[in-house]
């Protein structure tokens, strides 16, 4: 796929925001903009099996911002596992380092919705923690 997927942008977009919300980077009013890219009916199955929801989400967000000055989030091997004309079902490797030599690998299945006006928004998430592929 062509690096103009929406899908492709949309994981990349999110997580450069979630990286700069982390890190405190993040301009003003960024918590609600980040927000706006998750459906309203957002789940999500944390790597350690449990779950949260839109409103949990925010909270954990709402926690932690600034809280990790040298976060990083790299993405890559970002594959459609299918792709329908509501939105599409997207599979991608999620690796995350600070500045105190925490590492950790995700592999993330993200399924995406696509509104009539081109919008992206996540309606579920599930990572895993793996060993690096690399």
Not at 27 to 41: E, I, R, S
């Amino acid at each position: 796929m062509s690096d103009a997927n929406p899908y492709f942008a949309e994981i990349q977009a999110v997580n450069a925001e979630v990286q700069a919300w982390y890190n405190g980077t993040a301009p003003a009013g960024a918590l609600d903009h980040l927000m706006a890219h998750f459906a309203a009916q957002f789940s999500m199955i944390l790597p350690d099996g449990g779950t949260l929801d839109w409103p949990m989400l925010r909270e954990i967000f709402s926690q932690y911002g600034g809280a990790r000055p040298d976060f990083k989030i790299q993405i890559t091997d970002s594959t459609i596992l299918t792709q329908y004309p509501g939105g599409a079902v997207v599979t991608y490797i999620e690796r995350q380092s600070d500045g105190e030599h925490n590492r950790n690998v995700r592999r993330s299945t993200a399924v995406l919705e696509l509104d009539a006006h081109g919008t992206v928004r996540w309606r579920h998430l599930q990572e895993t923690f793996c060993s690096d592929p690399k």
